[in-house]
């Protein structure tokens, strides 16, 4: 089946510093990928759509500037968390599909714990 | 917008039955998805329905009825690894997918 995966699985960064995330779909090729960040106890809440090729799509209240979002190629979108602040720590998950939903579901990468201290 | 509710825990008993529920209302509907999520864990993929009715998968089953704006996930034969986050989620327009918050299992021997 279609496998993610999402590159660190943890890290933990000093505060005002910069961490890029990666995810890769791979072994099918994603046009969009998604960016989801979820809090303890809290549900996945979608950041951003990432398009190869073209611009992030933000979700309303994202800052753009903020996570920066890359989708250079058909199987790889990054996340950038730029300035960290610890109340950035959170567990950031993507997510890509492999054709239309009614051949395959969103898959998810494994997640990756960012702690900002 | 979309507005997705399913209840925040239930307790349920090794071997048992559960039915878990959701009600949505969003703008556009492509589907609707069930995940499971284990504390620490990313989700992973379940079940999807896009037509009315009943889907079954193993111990697992998935309703929808798209004119109530309603679905429920069931759980067969419960094991106590199934004690984890079941996620409903809705995918919208423009491929978007917004998920509930979770009904939180906890399966008691």
């Known amino acids: 089946g279609a496998v993610v995966s999402q590159h660190p699985s943890w890290v933990i960064c000093k505060s005002g510093t910069s961490v890029k995330i990666e995810c890769r779909s791979l072994?099918?090729?994603?046009?969009?990928m998604f960016w989801y960040r979820q809090f303890p106890k809290q549900s996945l809440m979608l950041m951003a759509t990432s398009n190869e090729g073209s611009k992030a799509t933000y979700e309303q209240g994202v800052e753009k500037d903020k996570f920066l979002i890359n989708h250079a190629s058909l199987t790889l979108s990054t996340l950038t968390v730029t300035s960290a602040h610890p109340e950035d720590s959170s567990f950031y998950i993507c997510?890509?599909?492999?054709?239309?939903?009614?051949?395959?579901?969103?898959?998810f990468g494994n997640g990756t714990r960012l702690t900002v201290t | 917008g979309q507005n997705i509710d399913q209840p925040t825990e239930m307790t349920a008993t090794e071997g048992a039955i559960v039915q878990i529920n959701c009600t949505y209302q969003?703008?556009?509907?492509?589907?609707l998805f069930w995940y499971q999520q284990h504390a620490g864990e990313a989700p992973t993929f379940l079940s999807y329905n896009v037509l009315d009715g009943l889907e079954e998968k193993g111990r697992f089953s998935s309703f929808l009825s798209r004119s109530k704006g309603y679905s429920y996930l069931l759980l067969k034969e419960l094991q106590m690894k199934d004690s984890a986050s079941y996620l409903c989620a809705v995918a919208g327009g423009y491929q978007k997918v917004t998920f509930g918050t979770g009904t939180k299992l906890q399966v008691i021997p």
């Open positions: 072994d099918f090729q994603a046009t969009t």
């Open positions: 997510s890509a599909q492999q054709g239309g939903f009614a051949n395959s579901p969103l898959h």
């Open positions: 969003t703008s556009g509907f492509n589907g």
